[in-house]
C-alpha cells in the first residue's frame, strides 16, 4: 500500500469520521437559529426580573434600617409586615431568575442536539422535543413567578388611600 492511500485512509477514517455536506450544515444552522430568538427574550426577561430583585432588595434595606433606628415605634409593625411581603416578592424574583436560566441552559442544548442530528446523524434528535419543551416550561413557569411578583408589588401601592 502506497503512502499517499494510507494516509487517505487515515483521513477517511480517523479525520473526518463523518460527512460535512454543505446542504447538511447550513440546515443544521437553521433549524438551530430558531431557538436562538427565545434566549433573547429569556435574556431581557432576566435583565428585567434581575432590575425588579434590585428594587426589592434595596426597599428592603430601608425598611429594617427605618425598623433599627426605632424612632417611629407605632409603624414598626407596618414595617414587619411590609418585610414579610418583600421576602415573598424576592423569593418569587429569584425563582423566575432559576426557571429562566433553567430555560436558556434547556434551549441552548436544544439548540446544540438539533446543530448535531443535522449535520452528524446524532442519533438523539429526540432529545430536543424534550429540552425544548422543558425550556418553554420553564419560561411559562418564570412568567407565573413574575405576574405574581408584580400583583403582589401593586397590591402594597396606597396611592394616597387611608389605611383601613
Do not use: W
Not at 433549524?31 to 430583585?53: C, E, Q, Y
Request: hydrophobic share 55%; with cysteine; charged share 15%.
Amino acid at each position: 500500500m502506497p503512502a499517499r492511500a494510507g494516509m487517505a485512509f487515515f483521513i477517511e477514517v480517523y479525520v473526518m469520521p463523518f460527512p460535512l455536506e454543505p446542504d447538511a450544515v447550513s440546515h443544521g444552522i437553521q433549524l438551530a437559529v430558531a431557538p436562538v430568538f427565545l434566549l433573547t427574550a429569556v435574556s431581557g426577561m432576566i435583565a428585567a426580573v434581575a432590575g425588579r430583585l434590585a428594587r426589592i432588595i434595596d426597599r428592603a434595606r430601608n425598611v429594617e434600617t427605618r425598623i433599627k433606628q426605632g424612632a417611629h415605634p407605632a409603624e414598626d409593625a407596618d414595617g414587619y409586615t411590609e418585610l414579610a411581603e418583600l421576602r415573598t416578592r424576592g423569593l418569587l424574583a429569584n425563582s423566575s431568575i432559576a426557571l429562566l436560566t433553567a430555560c436558556a441552559f434547556l434551549i441552548g442544548l436544544t439548540i446544540v442536539v438539533l446543530f448535531l442530528g443535522e449535520t452528524i446523524d446524532f442519533p438523539g434528535l429526540r432529545i430536543s422535543i424534550f429540552t425544548f419543551v422543558g425550556g418553554v416550561v420553564c419560561f411559562l413557569s418564570a412568567l407565573i413567578c413574575f405576574m405574581v411578583e408584580t400583583f403582589i408589588a401593586t397590591r402594597l401601592l396606597n396611592f394616597g388611600r387611608k389605611k383601613r
